[in-house]
């Protein structure tokens, strides 16, 4: 029956499918996912976009992420090991990750970085110096300028975009993205405050702040622009999904339930398995069924409808594996 279902001509829609049984899902994820992950690993411990490709920071960082949350095995900790240790190697003077190698910068692949070593022995001050950059980096809005320049355009606008809020760009010393400062407030949140820098907790409301400010017209989040010429900014499931990520410990919040709501209603229309993935990872983030979804992400994998590469793995195993999603939760500080 699972066979027949999975042999299935996908119509544009999530097809229906035998009711999904939660012991598929670590199966699932030991038999295709981390086998991926492990074969993709290269030489330097680091991971690239696609398999044995130039080891980058974010790719490593997703790798890592989704093997914490799978059962331990030997070769799976031999792995995170030097996963861990290329991201050692690979942090900046001043406590950033660059998105490329051998770029001088620091990026918003910082927030990433500390998500995937926060916890671990041996990387306690790895992720300190990352949380200390992050909450120092400001965005370009920030600057003097940019504020003056604020006051006069207040003056001639009656658009909803409080631009006083803030949160995390793209680039260094350029203006707040919704991804971004989702990133960097899924680690805030997941950070033991005992090592929170004493500026995380402004940034953290900032960021909030903003989120909610920047959501689309009706529901769901896109780059970061709700509204454009007075026309309403189209939402995107990818930029919904982690900022509803970012703010899960306010389920209680308009904007929250109606982007649910508005993601929701998009289930059944995604053809993407990357927006697949991430739609489960919210849906079990925020305790809603996923179950069909689930069955579809796996039916895509089976017929070869995907990429192959490395996030979007990562992400389908976070989506799959049913464990307790610690990425998302607080952490203990770690140790040497």
Same mark, same amino acid.
């Given at each position: 029956?699972?066979?027949?279902?999975? +042999?299935?001509?996908?119509?544009?829609?999530?097809?229906?499918?035998?009711?999904?049984?939660?012991?598929?899902?670590?199966?699932?994820?030991?038999?295709?996912?981390?086998?991926? /992950?492990?074969?993709?690993?290269?030489?330097?411990?680091?991971?690239?976009?696609?398999?044995?490709?130039? #080891?980058?920071? !974010?790719?490593?960082? %997703?790798?890592?992420?989704? /093997?914490?949350? #799978?059962?331990? *095995?030997?070769?799976?900790?031999? *792995?995170?090991?030097?996963?861990?240790?290329?991201?050692?190697?690979?942090?900046?003077?001043?406590?950033?990750?660059?998105?490329?190698?051998?770029?001088?910068?620091?990026?918003?692949?910082?927030?990433?970085?500390?998500?995937?070593?926060?916890?671990?022995? $041996?990387?306690? !001050?790895?992720? $300190?110096?990352?949380?200390?950059?992050?909450? $120092?980096?400001?965005?370009?809005?920030?600057?003097?300028?940019?504020?003056?320049?604020?006051?006069?355009?207040?003056?001639?606008?009656?658009?909803?975009?409080?631009? &006083?809020?803030?949160? %995390? #760009?793209?680039?260094?010393?350029?203006? +707040?993205?919704? !991804?971004?400062?989702?990133?960097?407030?899924?680690?805030?949140?997941?950070?033991?405050? +005992?090592?929170?820098?004493?500026?995380?907790?402004?940034?953290?409301?900032?960021?909030?702040?903003?989120?909610?400010?920047?959501?689309?017209?009706?529901?769901?989040?896109?780059?970061?622009?709700?509204?454009?010429?007075?026309?309403?900014?189209?939402?995107?499931?990818?930029?919904?999904?982690? @900022?509803?990520?970012?703010? $899960?410990?306010?389920?209680?919040?308009?904007?929250?339930?109606?982007? /649910?709501?508005?993601?929701?209603?998009?289930?059944?229309?995604?053809?993407?398995?990357?927006?697949?993935?991430? +739609?489960?990872?919210?849906?079990?983030?925020?305790?809603?069924? *996923?179950?069909?979804? @689930?069955?579809?992400?796996?039916?895509?994998?089976?017929?070869? !409808?995907?990429? %192959?590469?490395?996030?979007?793995?990562?992400?389908?195993?976070?989506?799959?594996?049913?464990?307790?999603?610690?990425?998302?939760?607080?952490? &203990?500080?770690?140790?040497?």
């Amino acid at each position: 029956m699972l066979h027949n279902a999975l +042999s299935q001509t996908r119509t544009g829609r999530v097809p229906v499918l035998p009711k999904f049984r939660d012991d598929m899902r670590p199966a699932f994820v030991e038999n295709t996912c981390l086998p991926f /992950l492990l074969d993709a690993q290269n030489e330097d411990g680091g991971w690239g976009f696609r398999a044995h490709s130039v #080891s980058r920071a !974010e790719p490593t960082a %997703w790798a890592l992420i989704a /093997l914490a949350e #799978s059962a331990p *095995a030997q070769a799976q900790e031999e *792995a995170a090991s030097r996963g861990v240790q290329f991201l050692h190697s690979a942090q900046l003077s001043d406590g950033s990750w660059p998105c490329s190698p051998g770029l001088p910068e620091g990026s918003w692949v910082t927030s990433l970085a500390c998500v995937a070593l926060l916890g671990r022995e $041996k990387s306690s !001050e790895n992720g $300190k110096r990352g949380l200390g950059w992050l909450c $120092k980096e400001m965005p370009g809005e920030t600057g003097t300028l940019r504020r003056i320049m604020r006051t006069f355009a207040a003056k001639k606008t009656d658009g909803t975009q409080n631009e &006083s809020y803030f949160g %995390w #760009s793209w680039t260094t010393g350029t203006s +707040s993205w919704v !991804e971004p400062t989702s990133y960097a407030m899924i680690l805030l949140h997941a950070v033991p405050h +005992s090592i929170l820098p004493a500026d995380a907790k402004h940034r953290m409301e900032m960021g909030e702040a903003m989120l909610c400010n920047r959501m689309c017209p009706g529901g769901g989040w896109n780059c970061g622009n709700p509204m454009v010429y007075g026309v309403p900014g189209e939402p995107q499931i990818t930029s919904t999904v982690w @900022a509803l990520l970012a703010l $899960k410990n306010h389920p209680e919040r308009t904007e929250v339930q109606q982007s /649910l709501e508005w993601l929701q209603g998009k289930l059944n229309a995604i053809q993407s398995p990357v927006s697949l993935a991430l +739609s489960v990872i919210a849906m079990n983030a925020y305790e809603k069924p *996923a179950a069909e979804l @689930a069955l579809a992400l796996q039916a895509m994998h089976e017929k070869n !409808e995907i990429l %192959w590469n490395v996030p979007e793995v990562a992400w389908s195993a976070l989506a799959l594996s049913g464990g307790a999603q610690s990425w998302l939760k607080m952490k &203990s500080a770690g140790g040497d």
